[in-house]
């Protein structure tokens, strides 16, 4: 089991990884809103058979509030649909980094959903985090510098908070 589980983990890394290359690639050829529909719309029937399969009876336990599970649904469609807008208008290095921020972002959300305030740890990381973002993103020696931003870079800061509350 513990093999299977570690298999299951670097599969997953492995996906999430190749997220924004794939995306840029495909973004070349096909609408930002069809992709991000097209992304769930092939996952969800699969994990569904595959939740039966393991585990069969109802879809949902007794007590579970449709309207909760909307708003994860909307929560989810709002991070696939900003995150690809996103990356279909930056350049995909910059979304690479600025995805790599997730955790201050999650924080953030944390702090702005819960009123409760942050380590002093997660303090001190936020001008470490902005700043490596900042040195990571730009060339400073290039006349043309086409890391600059783009506007899609708010977008991907939006459907990354849209993944933290989900």
Known sequence: QMIAANAGLILTVIFWGSLVPVLADLLQRWDPS??????????????????????PGPLFQAGVRLS?????????AAFATLYTIGVAHCNPIT????????????????WIGTRIAPRWSFILSLPLTI??????????HSEDN?????????????????????
């Open 34 to 55: 069809f992709l991000s529909v097209l992304r769930y719309g092939m996952a969800v029937p699969f994990l569904l058979i595959l939740r039966w399969c393991l585990e």
């Open 68 to 76: 909760s599970v909307a708003a994860a649904g909307a929560l989810l």
């Open 95 to 110: 979304a690479a980094v600025l995805s790599a921020c997730s955790p201050v972002i999650s924080g953030i959300v944390e």
């Open 131 to 140: 700043s490596g973002a900042l040195l990571g993103t730009f060339e400073f």
């Open 146 to 166: 086409e890391w600059g931003f783009q506007g899609g870079e708010i977008f991907i800061l939006l459907g990354s908070a849209c993944w933290a509350a989900y």
